[in-house]
């Protein structure tokens, strides 16, 4: 999903991270002070700052997470001054530990730099050079790897492209891979598009923007009114944040009701995502996410003392004049305990378009395999 | 621009000829228009005159459009064109090396640039095949075997281009021989593919079974007499209106000591719950393990699923397609005389205006509705038959 460049992003740095992550929860593994870059204190390759160069990739819209994590540590292996090879995978491990330690949600990062650290440790060495000639060679490969994995969505829009009649679609929030799927077919068919709003961030309203701005005829549903619309769409296209090798998902929450309503209601659910997106991780439960979890949906300690009156005011009981003046809204903390991904089971996954072809969920951990087992 | 590609006069011909009896439906099946089609290939292949590879495979390619055109809906016809395909890149790969290797020792310099890429410095150094994107691709070289394989890949598109700058390396026209011998093999598999299939029959059915098939495929044929050498079992076969192939079905199956019910259609679901397995065969079965069986097979697939009986699918491999979603067409699914529905003599007194008739042939069973499908080439689940297709053809190939 798009959380990664385009959205997340600028929360990040404000206020919802501090309340995330609570202090003190796991001291080691959270440096909730970073006022700014260069004293990240533990930089792992000695002078270069990680975090810094990381977000400073970010800063560049089109740039996804994964591919951002892996140019971070071409950048790493550029400075570093490991003799070995062992020296310098544990270089690339302690800097993608550093960087981890930043985020609470770690999907996106993971998948990236879990590539090419594997890469790197399985890349053949011309033994005939020296080490620095090798590691310029891997700097270069990371390097074209980078640009080569922007063309990766239009092979996913080709892809998707097959499988759409003129039809009404259904998506959720908001991802450049969907748009870009969209916009693709769009050209050459006439397709009509509900968007989810995908509260709290209310990315969807960016879709409906650029979509309208397409001429694709859009409407703008409530997160609620899923099931509702569910009738009216012949197909749902979700991208999303990782793939794990369960062949399950990883998205912005919302996906997952979608994907169940659009499983009972028989309707197909494509999964769009890029091959650098594969995250070798078995979840079993939305709680076993590589994210930081301790503070989402936590419940007060003690029985709430003050009446609960935003229940009665939200009754439909209520005169309708009362009620559009003071339902209170959610507040930035309550907002705070809700999770911003989840994650879709395979069996509600009809097929995963990516770049490296059109897999089913299960194809997704035997690719995997290739990349990973030994 | 046809007459243009293929040159030999009597070859066109031969084209021309299959061309017209698949319009004319005196060729129908997917198991006779895939002999046909590879017979045609050879010959193709035999009278061509060509100096590189992409000569060849645009040969190839003109003659399997023509075939494809004359009867889109035969997917088998599609899928020997890209197997063949896929033979001749192979070859031409493996004359190019074994070429590189003869003239290597001698150190000639021409001999190289056959075998290696245009030189950038870059990929000098490194092979191309160690790249983060093929990684990506093809995951990590585990062995020397599997670093062929990758080479093997990356040199296709290379090579192919590489070969019409040094034609003289080796003759073109040298690799026929093996190419033909290749395709014979082919040949032999497809004639054999009835016992490939069978051959694990007695795997699948136990004994006193009760086993539901409709239509009269000879793949199941061959499976269910297969398995009549070792057990005894019992077959409930549908008539299968309108062809009614279910009847010859049932004749042939008690003809080899079989015990045999023929039933008609409208009871498949009533019998579903005494029904052990439902063996079913197919038209073509594509990349998402989805299958095209003739009509009446949804219902039996339905059926069982209802009664949660497992569903089983009896193919040759050669009818794996790699197509995604035919369903979305509705005329994929081919359409038979109507008359077969309601004949002219029957339709009196009523008002023919009125009334369409639609004769569909066949149906399209989802994968979620399939449990295996048993081939020449083992069983597979259909989650498992992209994977089959992605490493039986080449992907530039899967338009053709």
Known sequence: ?374 | MRDTVIKDKGTQKHVEAFVSKLRRRQVVGSHATAIETVLLLRQVISTARFNTLDQLVTIVKAAGRQIIEAQPKEHSIGNIVRKVLRLIREEFNAAATAAGATSSPTSTPPARATQLPPPTPASAVVPPSSSLSNFVLLGHPRSNQSLAVEQASQGHPRQGSGHGEHSEEFKAMSVKPALIDAIKDVIDELETVYDGVAKNARDHIHADEIILTIGKSRTVEAFLKSAAHYRKFTVIVAETAPSFSGRDMAQSLSASGISTVLVPDSCVYALMSRVNKVILGAHAVLANGGVFAISGSLIAAAAARAHATPVVICTGQYKFTPLWNLYHEYAAVDFGDPAQVLAAKDSEGIDMDKVDIVNPYYDYVKPELVDVLITNEGDHPPSYVYRVVKEAYDEEDSDL
């Open chain 1, 1 to 374: 999903m798009a959380t990664e460049a385009t959205t997340s992003r600028p929360h990040r740095s404000s206020t919802l991270r501090a309340v995330v992550i609570p202090e003190g929860s796991s001291p080691g593994l959270l440096e909730v002070p970073r006022k700014d870059s260069g004293n990240t204190g533990f930089a792992a390759e000695d002078q270069f700052d990680v975090y810094s160069a990381y977000k400073r990739l970010l800063s560049d819209e089109l740039l996804p997470m994964p591919v951002a994590a892996i140019l971070v540590l071409t950048e790493v292996v550029a400075n570093s001054k490991a003799a070995t090879m062992y020296e310098l995978v544990e270089g690339l491990k302690d800097a993608a530990a550093v960087l981890k330690s930043k985020y609470s949600n770690q999907v996106g990062l993971t998948a990236g730099c879990d590539l090419f650290i594997r890469y790197v440790t399985t890349a053949r060495q011309d033994f005939s050079r020296d080490f620095s000639h090798h590691k310029a060679e891997l700097v270069r490969q990371g390097k074209e790897y980078a640009e080569t994995a922007q063309s990766s969505r239009d092979k996913i829009a080709e892809h998707a492209f097959g499988f759409i009649k003129e039809d009404a679609i259904l998506t959720h929030s908001y991802s450049r891979v969907v748009m870009q799927a969209l916009l693709k077919a769009n050209r050459r068919k006439r397709i009509s598009v509900y968007v989810t709003e995908a509260r709290p961030k209310g990315l969807g309203m960016k879709t409906y923007n650029a979509l309208t701005a397409a001429g694709i005829p859009c409407t703008v549903i409530l997160d609620s009114a899923v099931a509702y619309c569910m009738d009216k769409v012949d197909l749902v296209l979700v991208g999303s944040e990782a793939v794990v090798e369960s062949g399950g998902l990883i998205n912005a929450v919302g996906t997952l009701s979608m994907a169940i309503i659009a499983k009972a209601a028989n309707k197909p659910l494509y999964a769009l995502a890029e091959s650098y997106k594969f995250l070798r991780f078995f979840p079993l439960s939305q709680y076993d996410l590589p994210i930081d979890n301790s503070s989402l949906l936590t419940l007060p300690s003690q029985k709430p003392t003050a009446p609960r009156h935003s229940l009665t005011l939200a009754s439909p009981m209520t005169p309708r004049a009362v009620q559009s003046q003071s339902v209170p809204e959610m507040s930035q903390e309550q907002i705070a305990k809700n999770p911003e991904v989840d994650y879709t089971r395979p069996d509600l996954i009809t097929l995963v378009f990516s770049d490296v072809g059109i897999l089913t969920p299960d194809g997704i951990s035997s690719f995997l395999v290739g990349v990973f087992a030994d």
